[in-house]
């Protein structure tokens, strides 16, 4: 009987405790800051979005208010005035906040983003506010545009999935009613919520896929296939003479013997199911005598070109990588970053850490 009424007291004050951990829809604001933003996060929030925003706002596709109350709106006018006074650039700045609310239910943790308020220090310290976008407004400029990402992130990946990820260094400015004072609080907070084996719900998954530029060389040494690649391409000018009028170079020009230095390819390179894909996009022709043209292979019908591109998806020939998504690689780095993305040991979204230990 004693132990009856021992194991119901248990139950009920284990049960209340959980039920006290449990949560819906607390208002919380984070603050992320420029430089605390790792590479390997893939994207940096608070160089992007200002930025973004700013041209947003000056064109008349997004409000900005002067608070989340929402009560008064900023006009493009008035946003210059704060600049000037603050002599500050509100496309440029070093923090934002993110308006959030957080839900953690049944041992997941979501997070639903409400808001962000541009911000800044002035020449004193002080913290400047340029105004506040409401994310429900902005969801449907957010979620169809494309935030730049460098070597570790997706090739595409919206402005929307990005503030949703989380994968970025914040602190804790405010949890529910409790103002947060000081960064070790706020990793109290952080470690309370995220550090107890709670799952994030929903998760933003990055779509294992880079967007890579790369060179192609005919004086490549020891590469016989680029030099038999690059004639073919030539092949192509001089038997389709309209490629040359599509690239709106000058009539003289064809009659002169065509002959290519180099080529940049633009493709997406991906993994689906265990098998590497190469999506070619354009290529960038670069002639003797300094004239260019760009190609977009899903634009030109020629059979022969479609061979070309077949070539290309091949990958037999030396080639050179100029950028992962928005990032430059260095004519050192390229072997190891075509060597991680090739590796099954080497996460996808790990490459900079990779590379850079490699060249240590």
Known sequence: MHFSRFLFIFLFVFFFAFKLKAYELKPVIIQLYYG???????????????????????????????????KIKITFDALQQIEQL????????????IHELWTLKKNKLAFFPLGITLSDFNEKGEVISFGYIDLEEAFSILS???????????????????IKSHRFHYHIIQFGKQTVRNKSDGEKI?????????????????????LITYSIESSSENSESNKALIHKLELIFQNHPSLLDSCHLPASFAQNEIA?????????????????????ISVTVFFKGGKSCVLNFSG????????????ITSKLFNLT????????????????????????????TQLTTFVNRKSK
């Open 36 to 70: 605390d933003q790792p590479d390997t996060a893939g994207f940096n929030l608070v160089d992007e979005l200002p930025a973004f925003f700013y041209s947003c706002v000056k064109e008349g596709k997004l409000n900005l208010y002067d608070s989340p109350s929402k």
């Open 86 to 97: 603050n002599k500050s650039k509100a496309s440029k700045i070093k923090t934002i906040f």
């Open 144 to 162: 169809s545009n494309d935030i730049t990402t460098n070597a570790n992130g997706p090739a595409y990946l919206s402005y929307w999935d990005a």
């Open 190 to 210: 952080k470690e309370s919520n995220l550090l107890k084996g709670y799952k994030t719900n929903p998760t933003v998954e990055f779509p294992k896929s880079k």
């Open 260 to 280: 290519i230095e180099s080529v940049h390819i633009k493709e997406v390179w991906g993994e689906r199911g265990g098998f590497f894909e190469y999506i070619p």
């Open 300 to 311: 030109t019908d020629f059979t022969d070109f479609k061979i070309f591109e077949n070539d």
């Open 321 to 348: 990588i100029l950028s992962i998504n928005g990032q430059f690689i260095t004519q050192t780095d390229s072997p190891a970053y075509i060597y991680a993305m090739r590796s099954k040991e080497v996460s996808w």
